[in-house]
Structure formats: structure tokens, C-alpha cells
């Protein structure tokens, strides 16, 4: 980042639980990277949902054959 850079960047993003909004801000501050926006938009959101099972407490159940399954309640 240049001279300036950070005064025009926007911290709201840190706030913002949206990953395609992610994606754009990406894109915008690094408009040569060669990933594609729907490629970019799974890691956003996986890492999302990594972070919100970590701080909910919420993790899949791993069997013994490696399969796993996930158990939640869904709020009414």
C-alpha cells in the first residue's frame, strides 16, 4: 500500500459477514489476482463458517470409517 492507502481503506468490511462482499473488496484491492471470483467466494465462505462453528462451539462427528455428519438445531 501507497502513501494514503489505509486512510481509504474501509474497515467496515471487517464487519461485514457477507463472503461475496468479500470477494468484491478483494477483487477491487487486488485486481491482478488470477482466482476466480466463485473459487475465491467458497474460500471466503468456508473460512466464515470455520470460524463461526469454532466460536459457536459446533463441530461435525467424525465416525471411525472417516465419514462425518453434522448435527444443529434450527431455530422456528
Known amino acids: ?3 494514503g492507502a489505509m ?8 464487519t461485514n ?9 478483494f477483487r477491487e484491492n ?3 489476482c488470477n482466482v476466480d471470483d466463485d473459487i475465491m467466494l467458497g474460500w471466503f465462505a468456508n473460512a466464515m463458517m470455520a ?6 462451539g ?9 465419514s462425518a ?3 444443529a438445531t434450527v431455530g422456528k
Open 1 to 3: 500500500m501507497g502513501d
Open 7 to 14: 486512510s481509504d481503506y474501509d474497515m467496515s468490511i471487517h
Open 17 to 25: 459477514p457477507s463472503a461475496l462482499a468479500w470477494v468484491k473488496f
Open 30 to 32: 487486488n485486481p491482478d
Open 51 to 56: 470460524m463461526h462453528d469454532h466460536l459457536t
Open 58 to 66: 459446533l463441530s461435525p462427528v467424525v465416525l471411525d470409517d472417516g
Open 69 to 71: 455428519f453434522f448435527v
